[in-house]
């Protein structure tokens, strides 16, 4: 199991046991309940080390996620896209524009109506993105070992929820 | 159960449903197993909503989260205030940097050992932190009813493995 865990890790130059405890110690204080501390830190925690992996600054956050979902639903409109990402949509216009200087993705008219872009990725952009995705599974592989199958199919549950909590009241 | 849920959120000036279903015919792709993009579009959702709530722009990311650690533990140390949040060292320093100037937070030299700084929070700052954190409750408000009691000691059993495996096999 220790083992398992530590082929996905990044060599490690020291002799004492490489598994830091929970610091125990630190109070969370008022933060205790607060969901969003609990979900940032862990994104803090990954964003900085995709982003250290990658060693790219163009890509900026987003990036990968962005391209996937296009990839994955050809046509889709940028409202869908800012939905889907959590984004508002001149993040996502700032995104679309990365990507469309990369040459990893494209916005074309829709032909259903003329003022709405349909997104489409390049073939260079589906070589990137299988790129990007290999280091995202790398990046996770200490936590998703963290959790079995089932702790893993609970947490998706639990965070789809949130998800689709955070639209509730919302205009489309 | 709705109206409990309707109580939480903002006005909604429109007549139509005001609950949008998930949209299900959009595909995760390759993004399906990545944990880090379901946590990332519910932090980038609620971080955006915290930020529109405040409307202060040098209330940067974090800001509410560091003080409040700080304020449940004074005289932590930047490395500890670091690793609880997920930043790096450069970023907490910034962010420690904006909360000097915001009068919030101040670094002392730590007396066990010159070299740290030992951080406490200001009266100002503990005024702040009880103003943030009541922006914070409203802010998650929907998301916190979306979950049961249960489902929530659950996410955060979960989140807290997570968590706590970024850190195997890391310096301290």
Known sequence: ???????????????SDPVIEAPAEVDLGVLKDV???????????????????????????GVFSALALIAANPGMSQTTLAREIGFDKATVVALLDSL????????????QDRRRHALYVTPLGETSLENLHEVAVVNEAKIHLA??????????????????ACFTGEAI
């Open 35 to 61: 969901i969003g501390f609990r979900i940032r830190r862990i994104q803090n925690h990954l964003s900085r080390a995709f982003i250290d992996r990658l060693n790219r600054e163009e890509i900026r956050p």
């Open 147 to 164: 959790l079995t199958k089932d702790e893993r199919a609970q947490l998706f549950g639990l965070l789809d929820k949130l998800y689709a």
């Open 100 to 111: 469309e200087r990369l040459g990893w993705a494209e916005r074309r008219r829709s032909p």
């Open 1 to 15: 199991m220790s083992a398992e865990r530590q082929s996905a890790m990044p060599p490690v130059s020291r002799k």
